[in-house]
């Protein structure tokens, strides 16, 4: 067998399954993600049916409606599961975005001349500078009824400024190491130098980044879709269905909290495994026995 | 077909007054000031002198490893294979690296790539010059893990480098500098991490390798020891310039340049008793701080006025000899040593 791979993935792995806040977050992560991704197939009503709007609106949780039902006598766990589909996906892509933009800018940056660099990161302290939340309502207020495609383009190109610092400084730090000096004595080309050498010490510190991103996402969607510029009715989303259950919160606060109590375990486990990964991968850390 | 633009009796690797600069706070140094020399086919040339004479530097240049701040003046000129380096695009550059010369450096503990294996350094270096499989190029590489003498090297390959001993980590590095066969090697004090023993192994490992390609080596120590045992000629560097060039054998027997025979004496010698080594007083003065006349004068037993106040050219010898001192036109002094604070005040 041929050995491939960057960081020792082994020893990593090893270190998480030790440290029981990251099996718990994981655990708490997998769970919600199994509930969200089987759950609609088996659920009675669809997440926008509205089965008896006279009769059965804001209907207290109850063995029909587990968590009860909306204004429209929709059920709240139908739409929070559906909703959370949304949130959790568009989270994870525009992360993704972030982590791609964001590595491409930091290692071009890192690698470049003094004055490329420079310029580069000045770009990235401008973007740093305005709030993510301003920018997002400057570009959402551009596009109304915004398709979810762009919204995860708007919360991609407004969240990669932090990662792409972030790798040019390792990239910065490690490309006068010694190993760099002798494969670029070897003949290794740019772009090899980049994926091969580069990359592989900075994904570390990546996946921790990106981990805690997911939370940070899910936040700044929910607040975006509360105001109704995120996601779209009837799309349900965590964010649209607590903005649906906020006119109730007395009358019936089951609409708000149920999606609101997801979004704050999932943000919580989410950041709690961003920890445990930083901690596994903490460099000069030796490995437990 | 082109006609061939070197001939075997032309030299491999000439340098012809090389000069590197870097800009710094304080101003323009020049750490490599007018260096040339020639290493002809199959031949080892080894670059002595202290640490900060420029030697390692020296060394990168030939590559063009050198970085911003730093630069290779204009005027220099590096002919390898008949072909100036200096001259060669990007690519070209990078087709003459690890294939047609290769380096070797003095740790290899931060030279290797802490997260991957041997195996997959040394295939890396296989797959950048050619265009065969993972598979082939893997292979190649325990192959050569064998041919360095690294025992059982199907396992030792797939071992990360914080796995593998000083020696090993050494070898694997001798052993992706080898992969390609390159025409010269460039070892950058290739022994001085390890110890006497591992030394002396790497060191015939080295002579052998290079025996078996019919390769040359620039071969850059601070270890008079290694010089006598795998070179050929030497070149003494100081202060950024070459001091003295001489066949191994005749520099050992009458150096002439007072830093070189400085070098010698602090030389541990088997067979003598003394309670203390010789040493040459100060320190080498950093890049920005040399003398303006004679680099060495303020640290040389047998300076006097004129090596304070004219620079010394590399005067020629015959035999291949040069030496940059004074003393060639006035060897008379030599007889007159005094201590080197009379010779700085």
């Not at chain 1, 879709?225 to 919160?249: A, C, K, Y």
């Amino acid at each position: 067998m041929i050995p491939h791979g960057a960081a020792n993935w082994h020893l990593v792995i090893r270190r998480l399954r030790a440290d029981r806040r990251s099996v718990a977050a994981l655990a708490v992560l997998l769970v919600l993600l199994a509930v969200i991704v089987i759950g609609p197939m088996l659920s009675a009503y669809g997440p926008r049916e509205q089965p008896d709007i006279t009769n059965l609106a804001h209907a207290r949780p109850s063995m029909a409606h587990l968590l009860g039902t909306d204004a429209y006598s929709r059920d709240v766990l139908s739409r929070v599961m559906s909703g959370g589909r949304v949130s959790l996906a568009l989270a994870a892509s525009a992360v993704v975005l972030e982590v791609m933009l964001g590595i491409c800018w930091g290692l071009a940056a890192g690698l470049a001349g003094e004055r490329v660099d420079a310029a580069m990161m000045r770009c990235v302290d401008a973007g740093m500078s305005m709030p993510r939340v301003l920018l997002l309502l400057a570009l959402l207020a551009t596009v109304p009824q915004v398709p979810l495609w762009l919204f995860v383009l708007f919360l991609g190109v407004t969240g990669w400024f932090g990662i792409a610092r972030l790798v040019r400084g390792e990239v910065r730090t490690i490309r006068h190491a010694e190993f760099i000096l002798a494969a670029r004595a070897l003949g290794a080309t740019p772009v090899r130098l980049a994926r091969r050498h580069l990359l592989p010490q900075v994904i570390g510190p990546v996946v921790v980044w990106a981990t805690l991103a997911v939370g940070q996402v899910i936040v700044l969607e929910a607040g975006l879709s509360w105001l109704g510029i995120g996601v779209q009715p009837p799309r349900p989303s965590w964010g649209n269905i607590i903005h649906d259950g906020t006119e109730f919160l007395t009358s019936a606060p089951w609409v708000s909290l149920a999606p609101g109590a997801c979004l704050v375990l999932v943000v919580l486990a989410v950041s709690a495994l961003g920890d445990g990964l930083r901690d596994a991968l903490a460099p000069g850390q030796l490995p437990r026995t | 077909m082109t006609a061939p633009r070197s001939t075997p009796t032309d030299p491999l690797l000439s340098l012809r007054d090389v000069r590197v600069t870097f800009r710094t706070g304080d101003g323009l140094i020049t750490p490599v000031d007018g260096v040339s020399f020639d290493i002809a086919r199959g031949e080892t040339l080894a670059l002595v002198g202290e640490s900060g004479c420029g030697k390692s530097l020296t060394a990168l240049t030939i590559l063009r490893l050198i970085d911003p701040p730093g630069r290779i003046e204009p005027g220099s000129r590096i002919l390898f294979e008949g072909r100036d380096l200096l001259t060669l695009g990007d690519r070209e550059l990078r087709a003459v690296r690890g294939r047609q010369a290769a380096m070797i450096f003095q740790e290899p503990m931060t030279a290797l790539n802490p997260v991957y294996s041997a195996g997959e350094q040394i295939a890396e270096v296989v797959r950048t010059h050619t265009s065969g499989t993972r598979r082939e190029a893997w292979d190649r590489a325990v192959a050569m893990l064998g041919a360095v003498g690294i025992p059982s090297p199907e396992i030792r390959a797939k071992q990360f480098p914080h796995q593998l001993s000083g020696g090993m980590r050494q070898r694997v590095m001798i052993a992706m500098a080898l992969v390609m066969n390159p025409t010269l090697l460039i070892a950058d004090e290739p022994t001085t991490a390890l110890d006497v023993t591992i030394q002396a192994q790497l060191l015939d490992l080295l002579r052998e390798a290079q025996a078996a390609r019919g390769a040359s080596m620039l071969l850059i120590t601070h270890d008079l020891g290694v010089v006598a045992e795998s070179a050929q000629r030497v070149a003494v560097m100081y202060a950024g310039q070459i001091v003295e060039e001489a066949p191994v054998t005749a520099l050992f027997a009458a150096p002439q340049h007072p830093y070189t025979q400085g070098l010698m004496a602090a030389m541990p010698r088997a067979g003598t008793r003394r309670e203390r080594l010789t040493t040459i007083p100060g320190t080498v003065p950093p890049p920005g701080a040399w003398p303006t006349a004679c680099r060495f004068a303020d640290r040389c037993t047998f300076a006097w006025t004129r090596c304070t106040t004219e620079a010394p050219p590399l005067h020629q010898l015959g035999d291949g000899r040069t030496s940059r001192c004074h003393l060639v036109d006035e060897p008379e002094r030599a007889a007159t040593p005094h201590t080197a604070a009379q010779g700085a005040a």
